[in-house]
């Protein structure tokens, strides 16, 4: 349930609770503060990259009790009791890969599936839904379903190669160094 | 002094490398221009002008100044002083003209052009009250179409550095034209790119209490940015320092110093405190862009497929205030043999931002158009398209009458050719399918030019062993970080977690902006420069010490090891940097080398980059539905120094050539003046699904001419030729010759 606490001249402020990345987080939000903004100016967690602020490009992309979604197009105060997790949390879901990292963060690097590294994070929260969901089951299907994420750099067939090799193999392969 | 920072093997210089930043971008700590905190932050908010021309009348922003939490609103009616002198705001890049100036004054020269800035404590305030600030404006006839204006184009008379003009005419084009027994002419039509990076320009100005300003700039040259800066508000170049330590895409977008910067810079020098201005999506639409494009080319051949006559014209859109020009044209001269060439390229001014140099400026449009008139000649022919571009290949450059310094691209036909199958294709077009689908083949020859340019790097070794290089560069997704640190591991033979690499900051080395596919050769050459020099002062401290094993060896004799320098047939006969260190009573060895150009070199060579695109197209018949399932690149780029990012470099350039053939269109609102598409979901780039199998193939090719690397930059090549090659594969798959990009279902149906 969320509480008013406030009634400022800077507006209505909203305490909301919410547990990014497994720890919990109590905080005061005016209504208009998307989730996106919170997380980076508000919470320090910069990982979360704003690309649109629309909902068109998928940069923003974290998982909200395990279901990517675009952090531009909540607001936070929406997200009461939920849990969140961004890129800065994703290798505690699974930190199997060499250096404690998500298998989809090595085999990221593996695969050299990204260049400027900006659309990365949402990318890989958004491959990490798009697992958990269970509807890919082929590369192309990979495709298909990671086309809510743009890459301007192009590393779109890196990327598919990375997410289906995690998806059929549980983890990233020795392609190179 | 002989470099032989690449000669050592085993090393990592020419085998497949993670990036060495890779941690960093898959666990979101790498950090943008926009992600860097400060105590007291506020938060800047552009206003961006609702008309195309004209002139603003008043701003009002009362009802935004109630809003809590606004602190200031500048406009051109209010704002600090800025040099008055247009020199003071031409860029390193700049073209001739006169540079835009954020609030210079009422004028509006373009849509969206930014005409204020709230700033307020929040973001969210900011924002907020930017919504309510409205401005009256005195509207004047706006010119955005480029068809129209055609008729208007002019020859700019001052010639923007470093972009040759098209080369006088050679020999007889009409006569030849006329008499020649195969022939084609055809218009070529370009809707206007936009670079779109990922990330949004942002620029976070953190004032230190000396009054000294740290800004953390989305840019592709942070001493670009920082004289500029230092020039428009007046600041001595001690008291601002630019990092952009990580760039979110760019493409050439970042070349220029850009409105956030001059914005957040001018907010937190009036109200001194640190200030953060971000740019929304729709005003990066507002930025440089690739011109809108109007081409003819006519070319001419004898039965024998040999050219006889070359005509190319283009008029490029430009705006009001500067004469932006790219090499367009030229490349007609240069890529085919032919006597007979008339090229020509000229202006017309449009009611838009200066465009800016994106991905292969000129080349991605120019080369477009060749191209696809080749494949038309092709046709006219009777010749296979690969053929009749074999049957005319260059010896060299017909602009300058200069050799190549090296040029692979017979190899890049060769084996692109066998590695795609393109002896399967057959000749007629619309002769190929596959159940409902309509398959065709189509190729094009990619080229830009190979450069190299002056850049400054250092070299430090610390007493652990640690070794730091460091220049002003820019990776922005380019791989730099993780070459600069293959060639420096190299040289001393040290594992690459031994190497730091520091680029993305205005206090390091010179360097000048990251673009044109010169940073890697450049950047290169100067660490591996730095790297050899520090060698031979720690071979020179070695030789001195007591006892010596190495007091008598030259640097051929001795190998630089994990930490230690030894004879070469001999390891256990050296010493350790640490012990050489001891010796001399210093905390660190440090070295600084410049990479120069040669120039005479440069003056009896003409250099480029080549490429061989084939791609493959299948078409619904019905539904003419469209997809690229496979593509190969075939790259002659030099040496290449990492082929895991090199092959990156070449599917980014693809996927954005992709992106021009099919989907990527500005469009004008042309009563409004307006772009109607100003966002990602109605301005289409590729995406995921769009993509399907690229392959990359560099063929061997040994430069020697551009620096000791041989390396010629692969940032552009990889996207020059890929739209024509998707073009010509479409007329191949269904007869039907679409001339104006992107090739959409209405196109392909109408």
Known sequence: MLQRTDASQRGELYRVKLAINGAPHDVEVAPWVTLLDLLREGLGLTGTKKGCDHGQCGACTVLLDGMRVNACLLLAVTCDDRAITTIEGVASLEPTAGGGLHPLQDAFMDHDAFQCGYCTPGQICSAVGLIAEGHAHSRDEVRELMSGNLCRCGAYSNIADAVWQVLRDGTAGEGGR | ?750
């Open chain 2, 1 to 750: 002094m002989p470099p032989t920072a690449i000669s050592q093997a085993p090393g990592f210089v020419g085998r497949p490398t993670r990036r060495v930043d890779g941690p960093l971008k898959v666990t979101g700590r790498a950090k943008y221009a926009a992600e860097y905190d400060a105590p007291g932050l506020a938060y800047g908010y552009i206003v961006s002008s609702a008309v195309a021309a004209g002139r603003v009348l008043a701003i009002e922003a009362d009802a935004a100044l109630q809003m809590p939490g606004v602190i200031r609103i500048f406009s051109h009616a209010d704002r600090p002083a800025t040099a008055t002198a247009d020199k003071a705001w031409q860029d390193e890049v700049a073209p001739p003209g006169h540079p835009f100036r954020p609030f210079g004054s009422d004028e509006i020269h373009f849509a969206l052009q930014p005409i204020a800035l709230v700033v307020a404590e929040t973001y969210e305030a900011a924002r907020d009250a930017a919504s309510l600030v409205t401005a009256r404006y005195e509207v004047t006839q706006h010119r955005v179409d480029l068809k129209r204006e055609r008729a208007t184009a002019y020859d700019p008379p001052e010639k923007r550095a470093g972009i040759p003009p098209p080369p006088a005419p050679r020999g007889d084009f009409a006569q030849a034209y006329a008499d020649a027994p195969v022939k084609i002419s055809a218009d070529y039509v370009l809707a206007p790119e936009y670079h779109n990076p990922m990330e949004m320009f942002g620029t976070t100005v953190v004032r230190n209490d000396d009054g000294k300003l740290l800004v953390f700039d989305k840019t592709q040259g942070s001493q670009n940015v920082k004289a500029y800066l230092a020039g428009v508000f007046g600041l001595p170049e001690g008291d601002i320092r630019v990092v952009n330590a990580y760039v979110g895409g760019a493409f050439g977008t970042a070349l220029r110093p850009n409105m956030s910067a001059v914005l957040a810079v001018m907010a937190s020098l009036a109200l001194e405190r640190s200030v953060r201005v971000t740019l929304t999506r729709e005003q990066m639409f507002a930025l440089g862009y690739r011109p809108h494009m109007e081409q003819t080319v006519s070319l001419a051949c004898g039965r024998d497929g040999k050219l006889l006559a070359v005509h190319h014209d283009a008029v490029s859109g430009t705006s009001p205030f500067e004469d932006y020009q790219e090499a367009v044209v030229n490349w007609s001269g240069m890529l085919y043999a032919c006597a007979n060439t008339k090229l020509s390229y000229a202006l017309a001014k449009l009611n838009t931002n200066t465009p800016c140099d994106m991905r292969a400026p000129g080349a991605t449009s120019g080369v477009y158009a060749l191209e696809a008139a080749m494949d038309e000649l092709a046709h006219a022919a009777g010749i296979d398209p690969l053929e009749l571009r074999i049957r005319n290949f260059s010896e060299r450059d017909g602009n300058t009458d200069k050799p190549y310094s090296s040029k692979a691209l017979m190899l890049c036909y060769r084996e692109g050719a066998a590695r795609f199958g393109w002896s399967r294709r057959q000749l007629a077009p619309r002769s190929m399918r596959e159940g409902n689908e309509l398959v065709g083949f189509g190729m094009a020859t990619g080229v830009w030019e190979a450069m190299v340019v002056p850049v400054t790097a250092k070299a430090i070794l610390s007493a652990d062993g640690a070794l730091e290089v460091s220049t002003a560069s820019s990776d922005i997704g380019t791989g730099t970080y993780t070459i600069l640190a293959q060639i420096a591991a190299d040289a001393f033979g040290l594992p690459l977690e031994r190497v730091t690499v520091r680029i993305g900051d205005s206090a390091l080395s010179a360097h000048p902006v990251e673009g044109g596919s010169w940073t890697a050769a450049s950047a290169g050459a100067s660490v591996s420069l730095a790297c050899a020099k520090l060698k031979e002062q720690a071979l020179a401290r070695a030789r001195r010490m007591t006892n010596s094993p190495l007091a008598q060896a030259a640097m051929e004799e001795v190998a630089f090891t994990d930490g230690r320098i030894a004879l070469a047939g001999d390891a256990g006969r050296g010493v350790s940097l640490a012990d050489v260190l001891r010796a001399s009573d210093l905390g660190h060895l440090e070295e600084e080398a410049s990479f120069t150009p040669d120039e005479k070199l440069a003056g009896r060579y003409a250099s480029y980059s080549h490429a061989a695109v084939f791609a493959e197209v299948r078409v619904d018949e019905e539904l003419g539905v469209l997809r690229v399932p496979r593509l190969v690149s075939a790259v002659a780029g030099g040496k290449i120094l990492n082929p895991k990012t090199a092959r990156s470099q070449i599917l980014g350039g693809v996927v954005m050539g992709l992106g021009m053939a099919l989907h990527e269109e500005g469009l004008f609102d042309h009563d409004l003046g307006r772009l109607m598409n100003h966002n990602y979901a109605e301005y289409h780039v590729p995406v995921n699904a769009d993509i399907g199998d690229i392959d990359v193939l560099f063929v061997d090719e040994h430069e020697d001419k551009l620096g000791h690397l041989g390396v010629k930059g692969l940032g552009e090549i990889g996207i020059v030729g890929t739209a024509a090659a998707v073009a010509n594969a479409i007329f191949h798959a269904t007869g039907k010759r679409v001339r104006d990009l992107p090739i959409t279902l209405d196109k392909l149906l109408g």
